[in-house]
């Protein structure tokens, strides 16, 4: 068998302030080591119960974040960025996949960093009129693929929200509980690991039940994306398969979600060069 995570850092223990989420901050390598020590015991929970490969999507900022040298031998890791599919390349083909360290969409309250795919550009992203977070999305492709997403770990925003929505059989593990955008409590490392060995195990045995399926859903796909700016929709506009909507907004359809998760990657790459130049 075959697992797959996708890891961020936003929704990881400890990880709170902006210091911890770039390469130069001062507190990178602290959330570097927190989320090496959170993949880590995963893998080997998957390994230990019948998972002979387990691929990492190293999935935030550079996505350069696990210290490769500390990961076990069955582990494949997907490094660097950009890449097609972002966070969940290396998905395909998997039997299960698990995400870790994921926050809550934008706009949800009380939720450390709380964004959709790029903080800096997007305001919020629409599939078939429902708003999603990186969760519901990659849930989504993955589902396509038929692999379903068996355990959510990260921020209890998110577990209150799109995880227990739309995925009520995926397990959640909640890794902190946030106070504002910029505060957090969460449980000892020790405890942390106590919590994912525990949610692995329950998770597998929820998915050789039966009980967890991969997510669909309808076709075509009709996505909606608000911009932070209007200059960065005027960018997206340039694409003959977009339509404006409004100062700041766009849509689309694609006839699968691979094909608007493309599209969704590539309006945001427009969007952060038109930042790049303008700032």
Known sequence: ????????????????????????????????????????????????????????????????????????????????????????????????????????????????????????????????????????????????WGVPVILVAGDRALLESDVRDALPETVGVPLKESFSRYSAISPSMDAIKDLLRKGTKEAVKRWKEGAIKPLSVEKPVKVGMRFLNSGFADAAELCPLVRRIDGKTVEFEANSVEEAYKMIELLIFAATGVRAIFG
């Not at 890791?77 to 926050?103: C, E, Q, T």
């Not at 305001?123 to 009129?129: E, F, H, M, R, S």
Request: proline content about 5%; hydrophobic content about 45%.
């Open 1 to 144: 068998m075959r697992a797959f995570i996708s890891l961020d850092l936003e929704g990881l223990p400890h990880v709170v302030s902006p210091e911890h989420l770039s390469v130069k901050k001062a507190l990178y390598g602290e959330a570097r080591k927190i989320a090496t020590e959170v993949v880590k015991i995963t893998a080997m929970t998957l390994h230990e119960l019948g998972f002979e490969e387990v691929v990492v999507a190293d999935s935030h900022g550079p996505m350069v974040n696990i210290i490769p040298e500390e990961m076990p031998g069955f582990v494949k890791l997907v490094r660097g960025f950009p890449r097609p599919l972002s966070m969940v390349a290396g998905g395909k083909g998997s039997d299960v996949a698990i995400f870790l360290g994921y926050h809550a969409r934008s706009g949800v309250g009380r939720a450390t960093f709380e964004h959709t795919y790029s903080g800096s550009t997007i305001d919020w992203i629409t599939v078939n009129g429902r708003a999603v977070s990186e969760t519901l999305l990659n849930a989504y492709l993955l589902g396509e």
